[in-house]
């Protein structure tokens, strides 16, 4: 198959133009959209470096070193959008080494290397951003966003195809002369880019629309103050740990938690004290609970725990040390003293159970009785056993 030089040139700064003002919209379109912008100033600066490539139509010497510099700086504004979309951007290590990049190519063309030679490095260098691109996605995988890996070996096959391009020009010394084809490097890299420009836009702005749909259903779940589980969604995923207890015929328990006196603290500290308090209780809670346990704000100072596979003895030895380390975390906040304590109640679900919520209400009776009891203390609901009360048991 045979394609002139100035046909795949063309056809390539149109689609890398065409990708750019795609990009640079849909940046306007979505919250945390600096990857959308940077890879679309790479795809523009790409475009450039494409139209200037059909204007030396390999002849202009001082053409053809500017498209090798531009497509050295559309590679790092590639891996900068890669590496900002997960907020492991570091922008001055990028600048220093495109820096240093960049000086490498002017110093080997003011030493008058040959530009066969200038090209092969510049092909290692983009190859290498391309190929730390795609690796940076792929490390990203944990949040489970389907479009990060078509996005990550769409960069991967960019670098690649460019090392390939290196290792020709290594080979060879020079570029091809005549007509570039598709038995030539040369031509395969025109045509692969067109399709990295086509696949790294469509499969940014999915994997953007994908991050900011998953942000909104968690911001639907998730308690904007602590981060902890709202309500709904603390039922809703309660009821699941209680169904798999249930089924595995393991025991499930439930600490309904309320902070003593909290109205006090807000009228005499003020609301961003008693903000401070609720975040710390969740910080806490991250620490001293597993993974598998949930938690979450019922609203106000309200919280409750569901802990899968927990005996009674055990859920009231989590609940006493929740409630000494919400002590001694709370007793300064803002350089303020403050005597913060909480009550809790704790319950497991019986053989009738088939909610979380009828466990709860058990729970919040225990949490009652911890109240009228003096407070900064753990209570028993007096179905769940013969105990029914246990009062700072850690001290």
């Known amino acids: 198959m045979h394609l002139d ?39 523009l600066v790409a475009a450039g470096a494409i139209m200037l490539l059909a204007l030396a139509a390999g002849q202009d010497a001082t053409l053809l070193v500017a498209t090798q510099l531009m497509f050295v700086v559309a590679g790092f504004l590639a891996l900068s959008a890669a590496m900002s979309f997960d907020g492991r951007e570091r922008i001055a290590v990028l ?43 792929w490390l990203g995988r944990a949040d489970k966003l389907r479009a990060r890996f078509p996005l990550a070996a769409i960069f991967l096959m960019h670098g690649t195809v460019s090392f390939v391009g290196f290792a020709e020009g290594v080979l060879q010394e020079s570029l091809a002369s005549g007509v570039p084809t598709f038995g030539n490097w040369y031509g395969v890299i025109h045509v692969e880019s067109m399709i990295y420009f086509i696949g790294s836009t469509l499969f940014l702005v999915a994997l953007l629309k994908e991050r900011s749909e998953v942000g909104y259903k968690s911001a639907s779940l998730t308690d904007p103050l602590t981060g902890l589980l709202n309500r709904r969604a603390f039922f809703e995923s309660g009821d699941r740990v209680l169904q798999r207890c249930r ?87 803002e350089g303020k003293e403050m005597q913060t304590t909480l009550s809790g109640g704790v319950a497991v679900a019986l053989g009738d159970d088939r909610t979380i919520a009828e466990v709860l209400e058990r729970a919040d009776r225990a949490l009652y009785r911890a109240k009228l009891n003096g407070r900064d203390r753990i209570e028993f609901d007096a179905a769940s056993s013969s105990i029914r009360v246990v009062g700072k048991i850690a001290s």
């Open 5 to 43: 030089f100035g046909t795949l040139t063309v056809a390539g700064g149109l689609v890398a133009l065409v990708s750019a003002l795609l990009l640079l919209f849909a940046w306007t379109q979505y919250d945390r959209g600096a990857p959308a912008l940077r890879l679309g100033v790479s795809h």
């Open 95 to 137: 600048f220093l080494t495109g820096c240093a990049a960049l000086m490498l190519l002017a110093a080997m063309i003011a030493v008058a290397v040959p530009l066969a030679w200038v090209r092969v490095v510049q092909l290692a260098i983009v190859g290498m951003l391309f190929l730390s691109a795609g690796a940076g996605l």
């Open 247 to 333: 089924r595995s015929g393991l025991p499930c328990s439930v600490i309904a938690i309320d902070f003593d006196r909290f109205k006090a603290v807000n009228d005499t500290y003020g609301h961003a004290v008693g903000d401070r308090v609720l975040q710390a209780f969740a910080a806490l809670a991250e620490k001293h609970l597993r993974p598998r346990d949930v938690v979450g704000r019922l609203g106000g100072e309200e919280f409750a725990v569901v802990l899968p596979e927990t005996h009674l003895r055990e859920a009231v030895e989590v609940g006493d040390r929740l409630r000494t380390a919400f002590g001694a975390a709370t007793y300064d906040v």
